[in-house]
Every structure is written in structure tokens, then in C-alpha cells.
């Protein structure tokens, strides 16, 4: 079982085992007979192959390296065995698949797509677009081969025409996280810049997985990322990524940089590996003098040597390479502030002439005080409008009434004391109660106990009597009875 059949039936719902005979029958045959059913089994080919295409397993198993295609999906006879099931056979229906998927604008043909008449946002597209028709294409396709290309034909012969697709969802999906990942990088303007090769290895990674993007998913992504979002310029060779404040394309500068930036990387890992080698032939030169191998020691010695030379080269250009590039990332800033400065510069001087100068705000501020000075003049004619009052009447008037408020004072203290005398009277009342009910409960305990003691008395006395009318009794019956 290759490694494509093993993900699809491990990771998709819909091919379950009761399935497998319905997706891998020819389904095509129903579509107007049971256009539900050929839906359903369409819609489930093109999740479990976009799916599988997204995780790296729809190249072959025996790749050589770690590139795989992700966002590209080639439609040919070994797609068809790599799906193979020993109890099912070959998938009957994947051609009516592609050709929906193609309709649908799930997937889109690689060669199609990189036409430069091709958009992804156009509406409809019936056939080739005339750029795809180009002279070198027809050299290098065959008529048979183009065929496959015609969007909206029906495929009634079931084959499968080799053809590479465009996974559009996966496309999407990587230049979303390819821009989120550059959002998350330094905001310098020479960061937003890249030669192909280093876009490459910084992004190539950028989905799930071991594998990397291969060299037509790179393609693809950076042809929707500068044509269908307009997230990016790129000339060939060079990629620059655009922000609201920058939308200017590629220029020689930023070409230059890029390749500053590509030689500086490259001489950092040269140095990596010089240092490594160092200290491997150091390690050789004293594992020699051990085994007293004096030819071997010097041989590395002398290796060592020339590369700590390499290695200083190597060091002193970078430095200077990296002291170059630092001038540059300073005089981008100081271009860029500049130009703030002087859109800054503009804003106010818009401004400016929207006020009119000094001479006119004098002016505003000098009519501002005449108004405001005719406001306070109005006022005082209207004071003086209003009816005169003598002021002896308002002292006497004022003094009758702190009269009567001290009269009211005088009045509520002597109630408040009438009624604290009440308060008093009322306590030693009380007070009194408290001492005769006192009194009265010690009378009552006094004559509670005499009562107690006389009823204990007359207990005494009757148990003495009971006591001598027993001892009469005895004695009566132990006298002796007379003799008959």
C-alpha cells in the first residue's frame, strides 16, 4: 500500500471500507441518474486528495529528497497506482473528478494558471486562454495534451489525461501563512525583501511536516502572492513584499540588497563549516601525536592552518559585508523618515493654509474679544433696566428673619428640656418600682421559708406520732390472752 492510499484511508471519513466499492466504481455513469450520489463521491476524491497533497504524500515514495508537492497535484497513470486497491483495483471515476474539480475552480491547470492572461478572481473561463497557446507550448504540448485543458468539456471516455493541477485550497492556505510568518519578522524595509532562493528556504517549510515545497509549488505561490492578492512584486529573481505605506515594485537597489543578503547568509554558513573542520583537524592532530604518527600530525597541522586563513578571510568580508548592509538598513530608515517628515511637512502646510495665516487668526481673536466685550455691555444695559429696591427694606427684612430664626432656636431647646425632665421623671419612677418589687420578692422569700419550716415541723411531729402508734400496737398483741 503506498503512502498516499495509507494517509487517505487513515485520516478520511468518507472512505470508510463499506465505501471503497461506490468511490472506486465508475460513479461518472450516474451523474444524471443519481447526481446526489456522484456528488457525494466527487466532493470526498477531491478533500481526500487536496487533504493529502496538503500533508506531502502525493509524490512518489521513492523521492530523493524531502520536496514534495503541496500545492501542485499530478494527475497521470501513477496517481492511478499509487490509489490502487488490490480489492477495488484503480479508481474508475478520477478523470470526471478532476474535470469537476477543474469546473469549479477547486483545482486549475499548472499551465493554465501561469498564463499571464490567467486570473483566479475572473468570473468564467471556458477555454485556454490564447497566452497558454504561445508557440513554445504548442511545441511542447500536444494537441491530445491540451485537450485536457478545455474547462467545461465532458469527459466521456473516462480516461485520465496527464496533467498537472493547481490545489487551489492549498494554495490559499500556504500564502496565508506566509504572510502571517513575514508580518511576525522585523519591520525593516530590507527585511520585506528576498532572492528567490532565500524566499525559498525561509518559507518552504511554512506547512505541516518533514517536507518541504517543491519547485512548482514555490511557482504557483508566488504567482497568486504578486498577482491574484497583490501581497508581493517579483521580477524573476527578486521578491518584495509590499505594506500600505510601500507599494513601489522591484528596483536594481533592491536587487542588489538581495543579493547582499544572500552572500552574507551564505558566508555565515561557510564559517559554520571552517570552524567545524578546525576542530576536527585539531582533534586528528592530537589523536596522531597519541598514535605517535608525526607524518599525520603535521599534515593536519598544516590543514588546519590554511583553513583558520580561510577562516579570517572569510570573517573579515563578512564583517565588512554586514557593516555595508547595516549603512544601508540605516540610510532606508533615514529615507524613510524623511519622507514622513516631509508628507508631514505637507499636512501642515495644508493646514496652515486652511487657517490663513497669522494675520487672519489675529484678526479672528481680535473680532472674538469685541463680540465678547458687546456681550458683557448688553448685560450691564439689562442690569440697569431692572427695578430699583432699597436696601433699607432688605436689612430689615434680613433681621426680622435671624429674629425669628433665633425665636425658633429658643423655642426647640425648650421643648428638648421639657422632655429630658420628663425622661428623668420617668427613670426614678422606675427606678422606684424596681426597689419596692424588691422588697416585696424579699418578703415573699422570707415567708416562703417560714411556711417551709413550719410544714417541715408538722412532717416531724407527724411521723412521731405514727412512730408511737406503731409501739402501742406491738404491745397490745404481745400481751399474753388470759387462760379459759
Known amino acids: 500500500m503506498s503512502d498516499l492510499l495509507n494517509y487517505i484511508l487513515s485520516h478520511e471519513d468518507a472512505f470508510r471500507k463499506n465505501r471503497l466499492p461506490s468511490l472506486y466504481s465508475d460513479f461518472a455513469i450516474h451523474k444524471s441518474t443519481n447526481p446526489d450520489g456522484y456528488a457525494v463521491n466527487v466532493a470526498a476524491w477531491e478533500k481526500a486528495l487536496t487533504n493529502a497533497a496538503r500533508a506531502g504524500h502525493v509524490s512518489f515514495d521513492n523521492a530523493p529528497s524531502k520536496k514534495r508537492d503541496h500545492l501542485i497535484l499530478v494527475a497521470d497513470e501513477n496517481l492511478l497506482h499509487m490509489l490502487e486497491i488490490p480489492e477495488c483495483g484503480t479508481p474508475v471515476a478520477l478523470a470526471s473528478v478532476f474535470d469537476e474539480a477543474i469546473q469549479k475552480r477547486i483545482m486549475v491547470p499548472f499551465e493554465v494558471y501561469r498564463s499571464s492572461n490567467f486570473k483566479l478572481s475572473t468570473s468564467r473561463w471556458r477555454i485556454l486562454d490564447s497566452g497558454v497557446l504561445s508557440p513554445w507550448n504548442v511545441m511542447n504540448w500536444s494537441l491530445r495534451q491540451l485537450k485536457g485543458f478545455v474547462v467545461g468539456s465532458d469527459n466521456t471516455s473516462g480516461k485520465l489525461h496527464t496533467r498537472k493541477l493547481v490545489l487551489v485550497e492549498n494554495l490559499k492556505e500556504t500564502a496565508k501563512r506566509v504572510l502571517h510568518l513575514q508580518s511576525n519578522r522585523k519591520s525593516s524595509s530590507l527585511d520585506r525583501i528576498y532572492s528567490k532562493e532565500r524566499f525559498t528556504n525561509t518559507f518552504s517549510t511554512v506547512l505541516e511536516g518533514?517536507?518541504?515545497?517543491?519547485?512548482?509549488?514555490?511557482?504557483?505561490?508566488?504567482?497568486?502572492?504578486?498577482?491574484?492578492?497583490?501581497?508581493?512584486?517579483?521580477?524573476?529573481?527578486?521578491?518584495?513584499?509590499?505594506?500600505?505605506?510601500?507599494?513601489?515594485?522591484?528596483?536594481?537597489?533592491?536587487?542588489?540588497?538581495?543579493?547582499?543578503?544572500?552572500?552574507?547568509?551564505?558566508?555565515?554558513?561557510?564559517?559554520?563549516?571552517?570552524?567545524?573542520?578546525?576542530?576536527?583537524?585539531?582533534?586528528?592532530?592530537?589523536?596522531?601525536?597519541?598514535?605517535?604518527?608525526?607524518?599525520?600530525?603535521?599534515?593536519?597541522?598544516?590543514?588546519?592552518?590554511?583553513?583558520?586563513?580561510?577562516?579570517?578571510?572569510?570573517?573579515?568580508?563578512?564583517?565588512?559585508?554586514?557593516?555595508?548592509?547595516?549603512?544601508?538598513?540605516?540610510?532606508?530608515?533615514?529615507?524613510?523618515?524623511?519622507?514622513?517628515?516631509?508628507?508631514?511637512?505637507?499636512?501642515?502646510?495644508?493646514?496652515?493654509?486652511?487657517?490663513?495665516?497669522?494675520?487672519?487668526?489675529?484678526?479672528?481673536?481680535?473680532?472674538?474679544?469685541?463680540?465678547?466685550?458687546?456681550v458683557d455691555e448688553v448685560g450691564n444695559i439689562i442690569n440697569e433696566a431692572g427695578p430699583v429696591i432699597d436696601e433699607s427694606e432688605i436689612d430689615d427684612e434680613l433681621e426680622a428673619l435671624e429674629t425669628k430664626e433665633l425665636r425658633e432656636k429658643e423655642e426647640e431647646a425648650k421643648v428638648t428640656r421639657q422632655r429630658l425632665e420628663q425622661l428623668e421623671s420617668h427613670e426614678q419612677a422606675a427606678r422606684q418600682a424596681a426597689r419596692e418589687a424588691s422588697k416585696t420578692a424579699e418578703a415573699v422569700g422570707d415567708v416562703e421559708s417560714e411556711l417551709a419550716a413550719s410544714i417541715g415541723q408538722l412532717s416531724n411531729m407527724s411521723l412521731k406520732d405514727s412512730a408511737m402508734t406503731e409501739r402501742e400496737g406491738q404491745h397490745e398483741v404481745e400481751k399474753p390472752v388470759p387462760a379459759q
Open 210 to 374: 518533514d517536507t518541504v515545497l517543491s519547485d512548482d509549488d514555490i511557482e504557483a505561490l508566488l504567482i497568486y502572492l504578486s498577482r491574484d492578492i497583490n501581497a508581493i512584486f517579483y521580477d524573476g529573481k527578486t521578491i518584495k513584499f509590499l505594506t500600505g505605506n510601500d507599494r513601489s515594485p522591484v528596483t536594481p537597489e533592491d536587487t542588489t540588497i538581495a543579493s547582499m543578503k544572500d552572500l552574507i547568509s551564505n558566508l555565515t554558513e561557510q564559517i559554520s563549516r571552517i570552524e567545524l573542520k578546525i576542530g576536527e583537524l585539531n582533534i586528528n592532530a592530537k589523536n596522531a601525536l597519541a598514535n605517535k604518527n608525526r607524518i599525520s600530525a603535521l599534515s593536519a597541522i598544516k590543514n588546519k592552518k590554511i583553513a583558520e586563513h580561510n577562516l579570517n578571510q572569510r570573517a573579515n568580508t563578512l564583517h565588512q559585508l554586514e557593516e555595508v548592509y547595516n549603512k544601508i538598513e540605516q540610510s532606508t530608515d533615514q529615507i524613510e523618515i524623511v519622507r514622513v517628515m516631509q508628507a508631514s511637512t505637507g499636512v501642515l502646510r495644508s493646514l496652515h493654509a486652511q487657517i490663513g495665516g497669522v494675520e487672519r487668526v489675529e484678526d479672528v481673536i481680535e473680532n472674538l474679544r469685541e463680540e465678547m466685550s458687546k
